[in-house]
């Protein structure tokens, strides 16, 4: 992906790791479009950054449609599709009431959602000369996080969905680029913002555009920080890595 000249769409970019990159790719000179829930938010971002807005739910099928073709509609150079948004629940699955209202969501909005935003806007993409969809996943896609089973599911079925549609799609203009963040300091988990654990949230959006900006035929965007968990298992201390990663993250205690 190139690092300037693009429309991008983010849906899920209202705050967290979502918002640091649309500030950050606006400022490369790329016209970003940035999607939420709530429309007072989304008004306020768009006074303040000058981002166009679109209302979406990632975990309702007929607003990614109705915010697709709105997108389109407005940006028929849109180019790039950024699937951010995701939800991160600690649960117990000890017992159903634990985990599986919570499983149910963690798996509409983190895996449905990218794949219902694939839907609505490929054959759109596919008109578009180097056109880029950019998936999220997780490095507990790598090495799970004891408390978070339906997140790390979610993430590592991410990440071969995207290995798929890189294959499926090479006959296309669309490349598939994965983000691979490590934890970050956002909101996405309670106390997760004052981690000593976490990565800053600013150091991480600055290395991933660096990280665009120097590799753009990437097909992972991996920050350092993250590859302790991806390639726990290539360097064969994968046991290592899942027991250091529950010892020291608060939530996986």
């Known amino acids: 992906m190139n690092i300037s000249g693009n429309t991008i769409f983010i849906p899920g970019s209202t705050s967290g790791i979502g918002l640091a990159l649309a500030r950050r790719l606006q400022a490369k000179g790329n016209t970003v479009i940035i999607g939420g829930r709530r429309t007072e938010l989304l008004d306020e971002l768009a006074a303040e950054h000058g981002f166009d807005t679109v209302r979406i739910d990632t ?3 007929a607003s990614i449609r109705a915010a697709a073709a709105e ?36 798996v509409t909005t983190n895996l449905l959602g990218p794949i219902r935003l694939v839907a609505a806007f490929i054959e759109h993409l596919r008109t578009r000369p180097g056109a ?67 990565m800053p949230l600013d150091e991480f959006a600055d290395e991933v555009i660096k990280l665009f900006e120097s590799q753009p035929d990437a097909k992972e965007i991996q920050v350092e920080n993250v590859k302790f968990l991806r390639y726990g298992e290539a360097r064969g201390d994968y046991d290592q890595v899942v027991a250091t990663l529950n010892a020291a993250d608060p939530h996986g205690r």
């Open 59 to 61: 975990a309702d099928a």
């Open 71 to 106: 997108v389109i509609g407005k940006h028929p150079d849109l180019n790039v599709v950024v699937a951010m948004a995701g939800i991160m629940r600690v649960e117990d699955w000890h017992h159903p009431d634990g985990f599986l209202t919570s499983a149910e969501e963690v």
């Open 132 to 198: 880029t969809i950019v998936t999220v996943s997780s490095g507990l896609a790598f090495a799970p996080l004891r408390a978070t089973p339906s997140y790390n599911a979610s993430k590592a079925a991410i990440h071969m969905l995207s290995e798929s549609l890189r294959l499926q799609l090479a006959d296309t203009s669309v490349s598939v680029v994965e983000l691979e963040p490590p934890s970050v300091r956002t909101a996405l988990l309670p106390g997760q913002e004052d981690s000593d654990f976490a």
